[in-house]
């Protein structure tokens, strides 16, 4: 399975609700990834876990909270969004010592929409 | 920092032709590894090839090559043969030991049939 696979594909919600993203691989990387993406323009780096511990946090908004249950998965929990959060969010991973060099596989993503 | 250009935000080519699209990159790192992502509507970053600083062989994937000027510090790819498949956003990005991914900032490829 050389895949990541991220869960939903489009979510629409609203300023007051609460909800998740989430992300899976069966690769055996130990580094996974959220990024954010506004219409064509690069991927931002919101946070990085690095065996399953968080070991980068871009200064994102704590409406953004993340959550890695295990080396498999990682959730994007979301709470009280602005219309500005809209966004494609993006998930990646790599392997844990020398991911550098093989390069991130990311998934096909969540269309966010926040109204 | 790290830092990397893309200098051309849209290009076209035609249907079965050839096109070089453009990268340039600034880091003080002797060790590095270069890539070209491709991102077409789906939304999936594709993986389409990477380069390894200390090689000096250009790096080759089917119809897709690239040129890496190490003294210059530019990477450009090239696709032959271009193919309607081929019409995506496409990032360079940059990477070395102990930091995280720098992308350009994208490179919109329209293929004309």
């Known amino acids: 399975d050389t895949e990541v696979t991220q869960t939903p594909k489009h979510l629409v919600m609203g300023m007051t609700n609460k909800k998740s993203l989430k992300c899976e691989q069966h690769m055996g990387h130990r580094a996974m990834y959220w990024y954010k993406q506004k219409a064509k323009k690069p991927p931002e780096l919101m946070f990085v876990?690095?065996?399953?511990?968080?070991?980068i946090n871009e200064s994102v908004p704590s409406r953004f909270s993340p959550e890695c249950p295990n080396s498999s998965l990682l959730n994007l929990h979301l709470h009280a969004l602005q219309p500005e959060d809209s966004a494609l969010y993006l998930c990646a991973s790599s392997a844990g010592t020398g991911g550098w060099m093989s390069g991130y596989t990311f998934g096909s993503g969540t269309r966010l929409t926040v109204v | 920092a790290q830092t990397v250009t893309q200098s051309q935000p849209e290009m076209s080519v035609q249907e079965a032709e050839t096109v070089t699209l453009s990268c340039t990159y600034d880091?003080?790192?002797?060790?590095?590894?270069l890539f070209w992502y491709k991102q077409p509507p789906s939304r999936q970053m594709i993986l389409v090839i990477r380069q390894e600083a200390y090689k000096q062989q250009n790096a080759t994937e089917n119809r897709f090559s690239v040129n890496f000027q190490k003294a210059a510090k530019s990477f450009s790819l090239k696709i032959s043969d271009s193919q309607l498949g081929d019409a995506a956003m496409y990032f360079c990005a940059y990477n070395n030991a102990g930091n995280m991914l720098t992308f350009g900032g994208g490179t919109r490829l329209m293929v004309k049939p």
């Open positions: 876990y690095s065996y399953e511990k968080l070991s």
């Open positions: 880091t003080s790192e002797s060790d590095y590894y």
